[in-house]
């Protein structure tokens, strides 16, 4: 799973996380948590999995509830950035937010396993580090919001509902991750490009 | 949590489970798995929580897979009648989509916990469960691309990809049973007419 999530082309999608002992129980983590849920999944089987012994994951994490928040801040802090970067690219709130749709929608698609452990595994978090990750997620509604006031304010958006269109948008986006297979028969770049267009019909976008 | 459910008017969901012990169990069933996950969840959790001893349990159901397998079915069975039945009221192929895609979130807003339990366990099933309810999941797909291909071959609709806009159109209404909250400001209803809207747009339906 880590093999087909590494061929996405993502550079090193945990290579903030040292030392190496750390990065390679954060990666078995997510495969776990993937696979059989957060509730299911014990610190054994993780150390396990990185074939390392508990008492070593102990040295790098306290709880399992550790590992999950350290995942999904990451995981939150990336997906944020792609949102941003995606765009600032563009010059038109149309080119926005088709690079912004696309970058989302190819994140989720390629980065699909730590997607799913990111958003439904919310509740298993401390009620501390879940609010944290709130706030997190209000500044990517934040961002997809003000490119879509901004098509408004422009006349080149017609949505009569900005803050639903914002969630259907971030939503369409975010499903991508349950239901992406990579053997199946389109690439990331392909429901990207797709979606991108979706979502210009959405807001009535006047090219 | 079967309260919350319950109130959003579906006329007794699992009615058709008999005997009653049988229902009890099945509606302890979601709700573990939807709070916990699958693999997380015993009989004898699900025992305890319909008040019953883990005998009781294997009187009406054998493994916990079946128990998934019971829930996943009707699951599947509801939200594919509830789409075809939506499908064929109206008679424009915008009036129908309009009504499938209003019915078909209306019923994952209101039934999030099974609709969860639905569409993130199906790995948990059997193969020869999986094939049946992938089954199923191709008859919805196959309702809605009917309603595309029709608008198209009306010139109601400008459709380039109909297979992808199928998959995006089912994927937002699917995505629904993760975020909706009953404690948020928008009701199943409010959602459903918002989406039916976005997903006219989607297709470019004239009216």
Known sequence: MSTAEDMTGEDMPWGEVAPEAARKLLVAAVEAFAERGYHATTTRDIAGRAGMSPAAL???YKTKEELLHRISRIGH?????????ASARGTTP??????????????????HNTARVVQYELDALSEEHRTEIVELRRRSDAVVREILHDGVAAGEFDV???????????SLCIDVARWFNTGGTRTPEEVGDLYADLVLRMVSART
Chains 1, 2 share one sequence.
């Open 58 to 60: 102990y040295i790098h």
């Open 77 to 85: 802090d990336r997906a944020l950035e792609v949102l941003s970067a």
């Open 94 to 111: 149309g080119e926005r937010l088709a690079a912004a749709v696309s970058s989302f929608v190819r994140w989720h698609a390629g980065r």
């Open 160 to 170: 009569p509902d900005v803050p639903g269109t914002t969630l259907a948008v971030l």
